[in-house]
């Protein structure tokens, strides 16, 4: 069997980590292993920069902040998202190349295109299979966010407009690519949401 990489998206709070969890179950029933992975993260090397981006005490420059997401996410892919699709495993990444378009392509001005570009080569141009985005209010992920116990990261903190900036570059993407970018309402029950998910991995599904 074929491994596929399964991407999921959304502002913070949308629910991608609750998502991914319920689909490796929900997968599992259906026959298909699948690891579930975040970004930045999943590696010793892409963990550290994830404390570095997230830490609200440092300030980093957007330029910065781009290369620092593709520099681990360049890492995950060659140490184990490439090596688990070759195994014929899905992959399900809580974020990826998407995630920089909105964040730092159009939120922080930099460019779509150009942390496309950048983002092209750290991950030697790996495209993923579907993606599920998590579609949600921006002031309603601000008040999930709010009900955590935890503080609030270094983007976590950024203002309304941030997030607004974040949201219309989604729906964007969304707009461009609809055969791989599925867009699934955060706003439903998490039974629902994971429903959805599994309808839009449908006819991936062996």
């Given amino acids: 069997m074929a491994g596929r990489l399964v991407t999921i998206e959304g502002l913070d709070g949308a629910g991608k980590t ?17 690891v579930s992975l975040r ?52 992959v399900l990444l809580d974020r990826f190349v998407d995630s920089s378009l909105a964040y730092q392509g159009a939120a922080r001005g930099l460019g779509v295109d150009r942390v ?13 299979d579907r993606t599920l985005l998590l579609a949600l209010d921006p002031a309603t992920g601000r008040a999930r966010l ?10 976590e903190a950024e203002d309304a407009a941030f997030f607004a900036r974040v949201a219309e570059a989604y729906e964007a993407l969304a707009r461009r690519e609809p055969a791989r970018i599925r867009v699934l309402d955060a706003g439903r029950p998490e039974a629902d949401v994971l429903a959805a998910a599994l309808a839009a991995l449908e006819d991936l599904l062996p």
């Avoid at 709010?146 to 990261?153: K, L, V």
Wanted: charge should be positive.
């Fill in 116 to 128: 496309r570009m950048l983002n092209l080569f750290a991950t030697g141009g790996l495209v993923p």
């Fill in 146 to 155: 709010a009900g955590r116990a935890e503080a609030p990261d270094r983007l």
């Fill in 39 to 90: 970004e930045p993260g999943g590696v010793e090397l892409s963990e550290r920069v994830r404390a570095l981006v997230k830490d609200p005490g440092l300030r980093i420059g957007a330029a910065a902040e781009a290369l620092l997401y593709a520099a681990a996410r360049a890492q995950l892919v060659e140490e184990r998202v490439r090596p688990l699709l070759a195994e014929g495993r899905w």
């Fill in 18 to 34: 609750t998502l991914a969890t319920a689909l490796v179950q929900a997968l599992a029933a259906r026959g298909v292993e699948a």
